[in-house]
């Protein structure tokens, strides 16, 4: 690396951390060093642009490559920014990309943005000498960040598809930091390492896989999300095992969370979206304003207990989708009427479930018993009998990533 660049990103890693503090999202002072120490150019020298729109098919991308002096302002001001960089399309190795414009393809990786990789980091409250597990660990900045903060030796991420896992290594060798990535499925961890103090997924899960809390020590900490089918209302689980051994889970609705793992099939309401401005539906009364953005744990109790939604977050006013069943509902504005279209009656489920949610208090954290081995796992707001409560499903089967 030339001195000028050396400096260059010296300076973007300062501004990026300075702007992190003022904004309220950085307040860990080891998290801060790490942020100062981890060199991001190593480990995300290239980046995917996308240059079409949301409705574009096949889409179209721009490569930036970081060593390209044409490349360089943009990709670092990119890798420096909030936003999630995006690395791999189609699992494709990473070893010979050429930069410039490309056609199709769906991004397999990528980095998740840096707010939420510090809100999961601090989250985890890490230190020095504690061991920690990295999930899905991608081109490894999480798993850095963490590995400068325990310290050599005691940070490690599993990586299952095979042309992330040595970019991950390789980049990660270059920091000299001590951390490992090891080929295989996250949905095993890595046993070979346990007990972990910290684990960190960087996926979104069904449910939990029965190999991570077992592999999780007395008095350590795990962090993943909860992903339904809707990429709209995410759940942050926190597990934690006590010093006696027991295992306690909460959970709580968030505006984002991590991709679900490969294989996961997202819902969507892009493919309706023309159709809704077209017939918006028949309107109707209804007691139900439009709940609240930040109504977390509502949202995150209608992801399960009305399946098989989805918002569309660009429309004018609050439209949800069942694309399954050709149906939707649009609320408002602000008149005290939504209109439905065709057999489902979405809002009605949504009324029906904020009614729940009101009689059991308006709950924004959820408790999930999660037993040991393969056994159904269960979440409630509480006890008694207006208590909201569902199972969550079972992991879904994933094919092997192919070499």
């Known amino acids: 690396m030339s ?20 904004e309220g999202v950085l307040a860990d002072p080891r998290l801060r060093d790490a942020l100062l120490q981890v060199r991001r150019e190593v480990l995300l020298p290239h980046a995917y642009i996308r240059v079409s729109g949301p409705d574009a098919d096949p889409i179209d991308w721009r490569l930036l490559d970081g060593s390209h002096p044409d490349d360089q302002a943009e990709w670092l001001d990119l890798i420096h920014s909030d936003e999630s960089i995006l690395l791999q399309r189609d699992g ?27 809100e999961a980091l601090q989250g985890l409250r890490l230190a020095p000498g504690l061991r920690f597990l990295d999930l899905g660990t991608g081109p490894g900045v999480s798993l850095a960040l963490a590995a400068a903060v325990t310290g050599p030796g005691l940070a490690a991420g599993v990586e299952r598809d095979p042309h992330m896992a040595a970019f991950a290594r390789r980049n990660l060798d270059t920091l000299g930091l001590g951390a490992v990535v090891v080929e295989g499925d996250a949905l095993d961890g890595h046993p070979a390492g346990a007990p972990y103090d910290r684990i960190h997924s960087g996926i979104g899960v069904p449910s939990v896989p029965p190999a991570w809390p077992e592999q999780l020590a007395p008095g350590g900490m795990l962090l993943t999300t909860l992903a339904t089918r809707t990429p709209s209302w995410p759940g942050q689980l926190l597990i934690t095992r006590t010093p006696a051994g027991r295992i306690e889970a909460v959970l709580k609705g968030r505006p984002r969370g991590y991709r679900p793992l490969l294989g996961y099939r997202w819902l969507t309401a892009l493919d309706h979206r023309a159709r809704i401005r077209a017939t918006p539906g028949m309107a109707r009364l209804t007691p139900l304003a439009p709940p609240a953005d930040d109504a977390y744990g509502f949202w995150i109790a209608a992801a399960y207990l009305a399946p098989g939604l989805v918002r569309d977050f660009q ?34 489920e949504l009324e029906a479930v904020y009614a729940r949610w009101d009689q059991a208090g308006r709950p924004d954290t959820y408790l999930v018993d999660i037993p040991d081995g393969a056994g159904p796992q269960h979440v409630t707001s509480g006890t008694g009998p207006k208590a909201l409560s569902w199972a969550l499903p079972p992991l879904a089967t994933v094919p092997p990533q192919p070499s």
Request: no cysteine; proline share 6%; aromatic share 4%.
């Open 92 to 118: 494709e190795p990473l070893d010979a990309l050429g930069r410039g414009p490309v056609t199709g393809g769906h991004m397999t990786s990528m980095s998740t943005f840096t707010p939420a990789t510090l």
């Open 3 to 22: 001195t000028e660049l050396h400096t260059a990103t010296s300076g973007r890693r300062a501004a990026m951390v300075e702007r992190l503090e003022s």
């Open 315 to 348: 429309a004018e006013t609050m439209t949800i989708v069942a694309p399954e069943d050709d149906s939707w509902a649009v609320a408002g504005p602000g008149d005290g009427t939504v209109r439905v279209y065709r057999s489902r009656d979405v809002w009605a």
